[in-house]
Structure formats: structure tokens, C-alpha cells
């Protein structure tokens, strides 16, 4: 009997430690609810969509909800194939629920995230029975940086992560449990879990619960309980997945060649051909970045659980963390969100060994981890007030979003230098600092990033008369892609652009939506004739400004940035 579960060791225990565990108890989960509501889901309206990848989630989930087409993805009405259903289904109900608008397409991603903090409170109580230890590891991985980053985010890694957790919350759930019943009931939600995962993201959702559970069950000598049980995951997978495998591939007889081989093979494989190429250990410094503001206690957390490999649950957890990140260092391509299923595993370790300094009085880490948190903020604090004396990259009019981004600094400062002076009793204050950050920052921004990277704002200033036209052009995607949510309207014509299009367009049936340099004059004019044509331009190089002195010269003209509108009224017969 582990000493976490030892009945004569809680009695033992002084009384008032025994009336904090049950104030914990009272008070963990209305507080991690409380901070989800007041961190996460209030500021999903305080800032626009960011550039790429938010403005194609919410345009591809919003034309489903226009076209009513929920089997194959389209982007501004061009086939895409890079991604499964299951994503943009959640983003569209999101959309459809709360409305077109920026915490609809958001809510997705939030509540992915909140239910997977709720997992990792679950299986914490699971593991260690133990009411301080689940409240610390749900606050540590509801504030790693890059878990809260993402929650407010409208992209599939959060709702990909989430059902990797539950898949393999159920495996340790199936295997920890000692009824029939309850195996069955885990190995049947682990095949709910991977067939949900597949039709978000594709085949990694398969393979890494077995890639984790196989030499798990071996090194318990459980594989025959891995025989019994496993097809009753696989049979639930099959049911939950195969009706839309099968719809879209009637639909689509392409999508699953295109998937497999674009999503899949490029994007593990070596070479030139190899999407998102990077050097094999991209993740390990991006570890310690993504599992701020308590990245200091990462080093003693691997080490403590190196000691202890060969406790069951520890070796799970250890096996949970470092399969999925040796199988991402190993592939060729690579991007920072990956590595997101690997750090509740890290949340649930890191949380066990803080507790336990907690119990020791031992404050050392907790100390140094406020102190370099204390020391990066200061720093970032002297580099702002520097670029912004010497570069004034916040105009006069911004002095709001300059005073939120100090806010934010100081706030992390003060947040950080608790930790530091009582680290016993307010050892969390670095959750608020990030909670402070994933709040205010987004919203900080100067304009020139807003303008940048947030085209649907200024897009949403002339929304009444873009509107109003009868054609759209852009010669970006994510300025169409804006637009295209903006307006409700997929029929948005490219202009001298594909990108991650060039499979959609290459459908002859697209010509169309092909604008090329020597086309566009005869565009506009057969545009013009129909009706009036709204077009949005990116500026950003010498290219683009003479794709600019292609257009006509007598429509309205705005700027804001490198972001260029244009309204052309209707040529007179």
C-alpha cells in the first residue's frame, strides 16, 4: 500500500492538516471554475481572429453551417483536405450556438481545454487519492503557456489534445480498475476517444494509446488483458468513425488519398519533402517554454520520476510524457502544438513532487522558479519601456493597449515575487500571472500587429460596404479568409495567390477563382458589370504593390497597415 493511500497515515496527520485537505477539497473546484470563466471564456471577444490559422477554422466551420455540407471540408467553397470533420464540427456547433462571431468560434477550443483540465483533476484523484495533489496538477496544466495559449485559440490542437487525454485517462482507468465492468467501460470510452481523435486530426489519435499502453501492459505482464479488452476499444473506434469515413469517401473518393499521404506521410517524413522541417531536438528547449511559468520545476520533477520508474503509476505517466515526444522528435516535421498531449502527464508528476515539497517545507525550487519568472518578466518589462522610447511601436492613440501590456508585465512581477516571499502558503501566484497574461495581452497589441495579423478587425470597420458589393478579391489568404467570415460569403476570387489551396484549385472546375497578374483587368471589368466589387489587399512587398497598380484607380480607398480596401461601384452600361 502506497503511502498516499495508507489509512493510519491520514490519521496520524496533526488535525489542522487534515482541516486544509478538506478546505482544498471544498474550495479546488469552484476556484479552477471561477478562474476558467474569469481567464479563459471572458476574453474570447477582446481581440480578432489571428492569421492563419483562426480566420480558416472559423470560414471552413461557418461554410459548413451555410452550405449545410458536414461530410467534406470545404475552404471559401474549395475542396480542403488537410484536416478530417470532427474539428470543424465542434467550431461550426460552437458558431451555431453562440453566433458568428468571435467567441463562437472559439468556445471550441476553451472548453476542449477546460475538459481536459477536468481530466487531469480526475485522474489525479485516481492516482494518489489525494485532494491537494488534483487541485495542483489541474492549476498547473490549466497555466502552462502553452496549454492557456491554445485555449483561447480557434485551431484543432486543443479538441486533438483533449481526446488523447481522454484516451489515455481511460487506459489507466481500464487497467486500475477491478471489476469486468468497469474494464469494459474504460477500453469502450478509449475507442470512443480514438475514433473522435481520428476524425479531428487523423491516424496519430490511433496510433499513440497503443504506442503507450502496448509496452505498459508487457512490462505489468498484462498483455492478455490487452487481447481480451483491446477489441472492444477497436469495435467502439470502428462505430463512432466509419459512418463518416464512409460518407466522405462516397462523397469525396479522393479525401483519404490525399489525407493519408499530405497529413501524414510529408508530414513525418525525411527530406526535402517534409512539411515543417526541423532539427530532432526542436522540442526539448520548446519543453521548458511551453510548461512556463513553471519551468524550473521540470528538471527535478523527470528526475524524481526517474527514481521512481518502476512504480506502476509513475511509469505510466513517464511512458505518457516521453513515447509521444521521442516519436515528434524523430519525425521530420515539426510544430510547437505537438507536443501538447505530452504535458498533462508532466502536469500530474510535477504536481505529486510540489506537494510533497509542500508537505517537507522544502522551498527551494518554488523560490528559484518565482525568481527567474520574477527576472524574465523585469526583463521584458526594461525591453518595452526601451522599444517604446526609442521606436514608439505604441502610437499616442494606443496608450490603452500600452497600459494593459504594462499591466500584464507588472502583474506577472508581483505575481512571481509572492511566490518567492511565501512560498508555502502562495506557491500558485504564478497561475495568475499567466492568467493575466492569456487575458490582457492578446488585447495589448499595437496596432500594427492588429492591423498585421488580425485582418478581420479592419475588415469588420467597413463590413457595411464590402458588404454591399456584388464581387470579392484578395491577393491573401488570410485577409480572404476575413473577409469571407466577415461577410458570410465563401466566393471570395484569389488574386496571384494558391498556398495551401493549390490541391482545391486544381480542380478545373475552380479556374474561376483564379485571378493571375494578366487576368485581373479583365476580372474587374466583367466584375463591374455584374455589380459592385469589394477587394482587400495585403501590402507587404514590392510584388504586391504592383499588384496593386493593377487595379483601377476610381474606387474608395482605405488603409490601415499593410491591409488596403477597396470599393469599385458598378460600371455604367
Not at 309 to 325: G, I, Q, S
Not at 511 to 516: E, F, P, Y
Amino acid at each position: 500500500m502506497t503511502s498516499e493511500n495508507n489509512p493510519l497515515r491520514h490519521a496520524a496527520r496533526p488535525l489542522h492538516l487534515v482541516d486544509q485537505r478538506s478546505m482544498v477539497e471544498r474550495l479546488a473546484v469552484p476556484g479552477l471554475v471561477l478562474a476558467f470563466v474569469l481567464f479563459y471564456l471572458l476574453p474570447l471577444m477582446t481581440h480578432g481572429l489571428w492569421i492563419p490559422d483562426e480566420t480558416r477554422y472559423g470560414q471552413v466551420s461557418q461554410e459548413m453551417l451555410l452550405s449545410g455540407n458536414w461530410v467534406a471540408p470545404h475552404f471559401m467553397g474549395i475542396r480542403y483536405f488537410e484536416k478530417p470533420i470532427a474539428g470543424y464540427w465542434m467550431i461550426a456547433i460552437g458558431q451555431a450556438i453562440f453566433g458568428e462571431n468571435l467567441f463562437g468560434v472559439r468556445i471550441a477550443s476553451a472548453l476542449s481545454t477546460g475538459a481536459s483540465i477536468w481530466l487531469t483533476y480526475l485522474i489525479a484523484r485516481r492516482l494518489w487519492n489525494n485532494p491537494r495533489i488534483s487541485a495542483a496538477a489541474a492549476l498547473l496544466y490549466m497555466s502552462f503557456g502553452l496549454i492557456a495559449g491554445q485555449a483561447g485559440y480557434a485551431n484543432l490542437d486543443p479538441q486533438f489534445t483533449l481526446w488523447v487525454n481522454l484516451s489515455l485517462v481511460a487506459v489507466w482507468f481500464a487497467i486500475d480498475s477491478h471489476t469486468p465492468r468497469a474494464r469494459l467501460s474504460g477500453w469502450a470510452l478509449l475507442g470512443a476517444a480514438c475514433g473522435m481523435g481520428l476524425m479531428t486530426k487523423g491516424f496519430l489519435a490511433l496510433l499513440l494509446p497503443v504506442l503507450i499502453a502496448l509496452p505498459y501492459m508487457i512490462w505489468q505482464r498484462r498483455f492478455g488483458e490487452l487481447l481480451r479488452y483491446g477489441p472492444v476499444a477497436v469495435l467502439v473506434a470502428a462505430a463512432v468513425s466509419l459512418p463518416w469515413v464512409l460518407a466522405v469517401h462516397y462523397r469525396e473518393p479522393d479525401f483519404w488519398r490525399f489525407f493519408f499521404w499530405h497529413e501524414h506521410i510529408r508530414r513525418f517524413a525525411a527530406g526535402d519533402d517534409a512539411q515543417h522541417a526541423r532539427p530532432w531536438w526542436f522540442y526539448l528547449p520548446l519543453l521548458l517554454a511551453s510548461t512556463l511559468p513553471w519551468a524550473v520545476l521540470l528538471p527535478s520533477t523527470l528526475i524524481r520520476a526517474w527514481r521512481e520508474k518502476r512504480e506502476p503509476k509513475t511509469a505510466f505517466l513517464a511512458l505518457w510524457f516521453l513515447l509521444p515526444l521521442v516519436f515528434f522528435s524523430v519525425s521530420s516535421g515539426k510544430l510547437p502544438t505537438y507536443i501538447m498531449p505530452c504535458l498533462l502527464p508532466i502536469a500530474l508528476l510535477m504536481a505529486h513532487t510540489l506537494v510533497n515539497w509542500l508537505e517537507r517545507a522544502d522551498t527551494r525550487i518554488l523560490r528559484l522558479n518565482g525568481a527567474i519568472n520574477t527576472l524574465l518578466a523585469s526583463a521584458a518589462l526594461v525591453g518595452l519601456l526601451y522599444v517604446q522610447a526609442s521606436r514608439e511601436i505604441y502610437e499616442n492613440t494606443e496608450m490603452f493597449s500600452l497600459s494593459l501590456a504594462y499591466i500584464v508585465l507588472v502583474g506577472w512581477i508581483i505575481a512571481n515575487a509572492l511566490q518567492i516571499l511565501r512560498p508555502l502558503k502562495l506557491w500558485a501566484m504564478p497561475a495568475l500571472g499567466i492568467g493575466l497574461l492569456i487575458a490582457l495581452l492578446p488585447a495589448a497589441m499595437p496596432a500594427r500587429i492588429v492591423n498585421s495579423k488580425m485582418p478581420d478587425q479592419f475588415i469588420a470597420e467597413h463590413q457595411q460596404a464590402l458588404s454591399e458589393t456584388r464581387s470579392l478579391l484578395s491577393n491573401d489568404l488570410g485577409a480572404a479568409s476575413a473577409l469571407s467570415w466577415r461577410l458570410g460569403r465563401p466566393q471570395v476570387d484569389l488574386f496571384n495567390t494558391i498556398g495551401e489551396l493549390k490541391y482545391g484549385l486544381d480542380d478545373p472546375a475552380m479556374a474561376s477563382r483564379k485571378v493571375g497578374l494578366d487576368d485581373v483587368g479583365q476580372w474587374m471589368t466583367e466584375a463591374r458589370k455584374k455589380g459592385s466589387v469589394g477587394v482587400v489587399m495585403r501590402v507587404n512587398s514590392v510584388q504586391e504593390a504592383q499588384e496593386i497598380e493593377l487595379l483601377p484607380v476610381d474606387g474608395k480607398h482605405y488603409r490601415k497597415g499593410n491591409l488596403e480596401i477597396f470599393i469599385f461601384a458598378q460600371s455604367q452600361p
